[in-house]
């Protein structure tokens, strides 16, 4: 802020002066110029001849707390330090203009400048040169000159082997139509399960024989007070239908890729990962989480207005006041089902809603079933400990995303197992009471239910301890997806018995060229850092001996990263049109690939593989997520014989 407010006083100070000399401005015609130094390393040349008695000022000096010359470029790939050298020498005169020695010079100008490119090089180089000039009384500070300069050994951007792939059918029917995903009744299966977990916790389970008892004995008859208890019911459902609306709404004016896109974004994923954290730290007992209470004081009020109105307010009331233990949970399994889109998430709601409000009505129905509960008691804190320690659990899960896709390396692999290990170790050792002097010896007893949830949560911890070992052992095949990939390691040379070989990465032009070369058909895996069943396909399919053959033997294997976040050479960046109208910015690698994969194979989610000859010509449809090894196998032997009619 300083350095701007000094700038522009500065420039409305002398706006007369600069106003007098409008008639006889001169703009200095630069010429710009790159000679190869090294790999990926360009000496930039700006040549310029001034006229008069007009005078640029030497780079190497700061007027007005700003540099008097800076190189700029859009993409992040191309670095410089900005130290130019120049000829002539300069001339130090003293300056008014500025009350201090000024570095100046005059006649023919040369500035030189090196600069290193990561990554490919382009065949064009575009970016701006901000200088300083000036006559007398007149100054122009932050003058820009911009530029297009031919690099040697440079690649030609927008070449025909991603642009030209072939719109033909593919020459084969077998692979997928479209990708499975979970069916609906799954989904709801699973929100039942996420219901009943979330009616075992203290803000809810004391609820069910307080409410059923109200509604009984306030009622006339037994038939009214059992029609109120399902009416009960039906609302609960209802208000968690309600509350994926939103998703339904926005999911009008938004892409589908949006979904699919959660899973990947990498503020979304840090988010979860504080929310998630949060929601364990109440669980543990920290504080509550809870919607503000004049919300619930004012369902609270509503609940004695009429019959219809009155239960749907206390509904209502019982979904607020026991948000502090429902939300963790369907926070969970929403998003864990918010890629799929906007059904998806209601018909998972509906499935928690019918579980949470079930109850209310059978109990209501068969009151004499109340003297089966179990009473109210450290039970349920020990219980709501467990979920606050599967909460944290999931939250490294999280974390782990946004770090595979960005590439930080702090959560690498074995950290991640050493993290889940301490969890299941300290989840292990409080259901056994481990030093616990507070809680009463009677809830302490070695109960079949105490002592089978010990010993499952300690099995489970022995089995994660090789994970964090670099032996043969550490495939962790049971939990393969949710851990970091093998590659991803603190260890130099990961011992494994994944696959010897590594497919290229994000290298679509090596693979055309491999492809001619060697006269393989090329196998395209659309894949992210954050994928889930991207890990699975990797751990378990691709280590099968036979799909390990043909992948290493019969094709070249390419792996394009959707959620890639290098960003591309700035002439690549570009504004293009969705197959649905929409505009969309491509701007990083992942975004590249994610079109690439829309327009052509029609897909936004991962893995999608596919499998193409030397021509560019898709051997058959695309397949999707494949666990059964056989199936995989028998697609890429489909394809391969394709390739060997119409190479």
Known sequence: MRRHFIFYTFFLLWLPAIS???????????????????EGQYLLRFSTVLNDEWQLYAPDQVLLDLPVA????????IETDNKFTYRPAAKVVSSELFGQPVSIQQGAIAWEVMIRIQGPVPALLAGQLMYTYGKEDAFYPSSSFSFQVSLEGGQTIGSATVEKISSAPPLTNCGDISPERKSLLQLFLLGILGGLIALLTPCVFPMVPVTVTYFTKRSVTRQAGIFQALLYGF??????????????????????????NISTNVWLNLTFFIVFVAFALSFFGLYEIGLPASLANRSDARAGVGNLIGIFFMASTLAIVSFS??????GTLLVGVAEQGAWPLTVGAAGFGLALGLPFALFAMFPHWLRSLPRSGGWMTEFKVILGCIEL???????????????????????????????????????SGWRRP????????????????????????????????????????????????????????????????????????????????????ILIDFTGWACVNCRRMEEKVWTDARVRRLMQEEFVVLSLYVDERTRLPLPEQQRVTMPDGSQRNLVTVGDKWSNFQINYFGATSQPQYAMINTDQRMLARTKFYTPDASEFVAWLECGLAAFRKNP
């Open 438 to 521: 507070e809680v009463p010896p009677v809830s302490l007893q070695k109960t079949p239910v105490r002592l089978s949830l010990m010993l499952l949560f300690a099995g489970f911890t022995i089995y994660l301890v090789p994970g964090v070992t670099n032996t043969r052992w550490a495939d962790r095949t049971l939990i393969s997806g949710f851990p970091p990939p093998l590659s991803y390691s603190i260890y130099a040379n990961r011992t494994s018995a994944n696959q010897s070989w590594q497919p290229l990465h994000n290298d679509y032009a090596r693979a055309i060229q491999l492809s001619r070369e060697q006269n393989k058909p």
């Open 235 to 260: 609302f609960i459902f209802l208000i968690y239908v309600l509350i994926t609306i939103p998703f339904h709404v926005a999911g009008k004016a938004i892409s589908p890729e949006i979904f699919n």
């Open 70 to 77: 800076v190189l700029q470029f859009a993409d992040s790939a």
């Open 20 to 38: 007098r000399a409008q008639d006889t401005v001169f703009i200095p015609e630069w010429k710009a110029e790159a000679q190869k130094k090294g």
């Open 393 to 431: 659990a999931l939250a490294i899960k999280f974390l782990s995303n946004a770090d595979l896709v960005e590439q930080w390396g702090f959560l690498k692999r074995e950290i991640f197992f050493g993290l889940w290990v301490l969890i299941g170790l300290a989840m292990t050792l409080y259901i």
């Open 325 to 330: 233990c429902t939300g963790p949970i369907l």
